[in-house]
C-alpha cells in the first residue's frame, strides 16, 4: 500500500529521521577515546532524563524483560521475601522474574484497569513486624493497562511504615514521557528499555540505581554474571564496557538525549498528556469504554480501549492491519481478546495521533463497531484545541 504504515502500538515506537541519521555511520573503536567520551555523555543525560543526581545509571545490550533480571539479581537473594502489585500483565511479569530466582513474592492483587493502592502496600509493610519484605515492587506505566500510578505516594506510603524495604520501580512505558522523578520520590532502581519514550530501537536494558541499592547488592546471592552491574558501574566510570557494547544504539541514545533536552522534559510530558487526553476524548465520542477508569491514573501514552460486548479485539486489530496497515496494541493478559491499545508516546505530534484515529474510527465502523464518521477524530481536534 502506498504511503507510510501507522505504527500505533504502545512500543517500539517510530525512530525519528535525526535518530536514525545518528545511528548511521561507520562503527567505532568501543575502547578509544571517541567512544569514552560517546558512554559518559549518555550516562549523563540519562541522570537528567532520570531527574536525578544521586544515582548511578548502567546500561546493558538487552532489553527490558533483563531489565527486570539485573534488578532482581543485583538487590536480591534466594529465600528473600518481596511485596510486589500486580495489576496489568507486566507487573505478572516482573513478579515472575523475581520467582524464578527463588524470591519469595507476596502479592497485592488488584484488578486490570487500577493502579497501585499506597494504603494497601504501607498496610501491609506495617505488618511486617520483623521487617522480612526486602522490596516493594511496582510498574509506574502498566503497559497493558494504560494506568499511571502514583510512584510519590508509594514512597510516602513506605516512610510511613518506618519500613526498610528497597523501591524497585518498572517505567519502561513511562520514562522520557511520564514525569519520573528518581530521586525525590526516593526510588532504589528505576529500569527501562530504549523503544518507547527515548525513541530508539530496541536492543539496551537501562537501570537508575541508587546507593541503598549499590549497598543491597553487596550482599545479594542471586545468580548473576552477564547481568551483574557491578563490573559495568566499574567499566563505564572509565567510558568503557566488561564485553561488547551496543555501539549504534548509544549514538541514537546520545541524539535522542539532545532531542529531549532541547524540547525541554516539561514540554514532552505536556506535549504526552496533550495527545492522551485528545485520544481519550475520541474514545469517548465513538462510545466506548477506557478501560482505566480512574481519570488521575489515564496513562499520558497509551489508552487500552475496551471493545463492545462479543466484539473480538484480536479480530479488530488484525483487520485494522490487513486494511491500513495500522497497528494497534493487542489486549494482553486478563484482557485479551477485549482490548486494544492506542499507543501516543515518542517522537508523536498531533498530526501524526489524528491519523491514527482517523484509521481506528474507519476501522471500527467496518468491523461492525456503530460509530459516526468524524465523531472521534471531531473529538481529538476539539481537545487539541482548547489545549
Same mark, same amino acid.
Not at 57 to 78: C, K, M, Q, Y
Not at 137 to 156: C, F, K, M, P, W
Given at each position: 500500500?502506498? %504511503? ?18 545518528? *545511528? ?29 543526581? !544521586? ?23 534466594? %529465600? ?7 495489576? #496489568? ?23 486490570? %484497569? ?88 530496541? %536492543? ?43 555501539? *549504534?544504539?548509544?549514538?541514537?541514545? !546520545? ?67 490487513? !486494511? ?38 474507519? *476501522?471500527?465502523?467496518?468491523? #461492525? ?19
Amino acid at each position: 500500500m502506498p %504511503g507510510r504504515p501507522f505504527l500505533a502500538i504502545p512500543g517500539p515506537t517510530l525512530v525519528p529521521e535525526r535518530i536514525v541519521r545518528a *545511528m548511521s555511520q561507520p562503527i567505532i573503536d568501543h575502547r578509544g577515546p571517541r567512544f569514552e567520551a560517546l558512554v559518559r555523555d549518555c550516562l549523563e543525560g540519562l541522570k537528567r532524563v532520570f531527574q536525578t543526581e !544521586r544515582g548511578q545509571v548502567a546500561l546493558f545490550p538487552g532489553s527490558g524483560t533483563g531489565a527486570w533480571e539485573a534488578t532482581i539479581v543485583n538487590t536480591l537473594s534466594p %529465600g528473600d521475601r518481596v511485596l510486589a502489585v500486580i495489576n #496489568g500483565y507486566f507487573s505478572t511479569g516482573f513478579a515472575r522474574t523475581a520467582a524464578s530466582f527463588g524470591v519469595e513474592v507476596e502479592r497485592i492483587e488488584v484488578p486490570y %484497569g487500577a493502579g497501585v493502592p499506597a494504603a494497601e502496600v504501607e498496610a501491609r509493610l506495617r505488618a511486617d513486624a520483623a521487617r522480612e519484605i526486602r522490596a516493594v515492587l511496582v510498574v509506574h506505566n502498566e503497559t497493558s493497562t494504560g494506568v499511571t500510578s502514583d510512584i510519590a505516594a508509594v514512597r510516602t506510603a513506605m516512610d510511613r511504615a518506618g519500613h526498610p524495604a528497597l523501591l524497585l520501580v518498572d517505567t519502561v512505558s513511562s520514562l522520557a514521557s511520564i514525569d519520573f522523578r528518581f530521586d525525590a520520590w526516593g526510588v532504589d532502581v528505576a529500569l527501562t528499555g530504549p523503544q518507547k519514550g527515548l525513541m530508539l530501537p530496541p %536492543g539496551m536494558a537501562i537501570v537508575a540505581v541508587s546507593e541503598r541499592a549499590v549497598t543491597a547488592s553487596e550482599k545479594a546471592k542471586c545468580p548473576r554474571s552477564y547481568w551483574d552491574w557491578r563490573p559495568v558501574f566499574e567499566r563505564n566510570r572509565r567510558g568503557q564496557y566488561p564485553y561488547t557494547p551496543a555501539t *549504534m544504539l548509544l549514538f541514537g541514545l !546520545r541524539e535522542a538525549i539532545a532531542m529531549l533536552e532541547e524540547e525541554g522534559l516539561a514540554n514532552v510530558f505536556a506535549r504526552h498528556a496533550r495527545l492522551a487526553a485528545a485520544c481519550r476524548s475520541a474514545v469517548r465520542a465513538w462510545g466506548l469504554d477506557i478501560l482505566c477508569r480512574n481519570p488521575a491514573e489515564h496513562s499520558s501514552t497509551l489508552t487500552a480501549v475496551v471493545m463492545p460486548p462479543g466484539r473480538d479485539s484480536d479480530g479488530f486489530i488484525a483487520h485494522a492491519y490487513r !486494511r491500513l496497515e495500522l497497528s494497534l496494541g493487542i489486549g494482553l493478559g486478563d484482557v485479551k481478546g477485549t482490548v486494544f491499545r492506542i499507543g501516543h508516546l515518542g517522537a508523536l505530534n498531533e498530526l501524526d495521533l489524528l491519523g491514527s484515529l482517523a484509521g481506528v474510527e474507519m *476501522m471500527l465502523r467496518e468491523y #461492525g463497531v456503530p460509530v459516526r464518521p468524524g465523531a472521534g477524530v471531531g473529538a481529538a481536534q476539539e481537545s487539541l484545541l482548547s489545549a
